[in-house]
């Protein structure tokens, strides 16, 4: 909570345009990572590589 407190009382900070281009790609490379993790998922469970990856040794 003191963190916050401190935080908020510093009142509205100016970011320069480099900023908001760099959090801009940041959050679209991240979503872009994060729906291609899916479909890698997704493909990998159709394919049928789960089931042989989760029989172990034998």
């Known amino acids: ?3 916050h ?3 908020a009382g510093q009142g509205p ?3 320069p345009a480099t900023a908001y281009i ?3 790609l940041g959050v679209v490379f991240t ?3 994060g729906c291609g993790l899916m479909a ?3 493909f990998s469970s159709r394919r049928g590589h789960d089931e042989r990856a989760g029989r172990g040794p034998r």
Do not use: K
Request: proline share 0%.
């Open 31 to 33: 979503l872009l990572l």
């Open 13 to 15: 900070v100016d970011l």
């Open 40 to 42: 890698l998922v997704f």
């Open 22 to 24: 760099a959090l801009g």
């Open 1 to 3: 909570m003191a963190a």
């Open 5 to 7: 407190g401190e935080w």
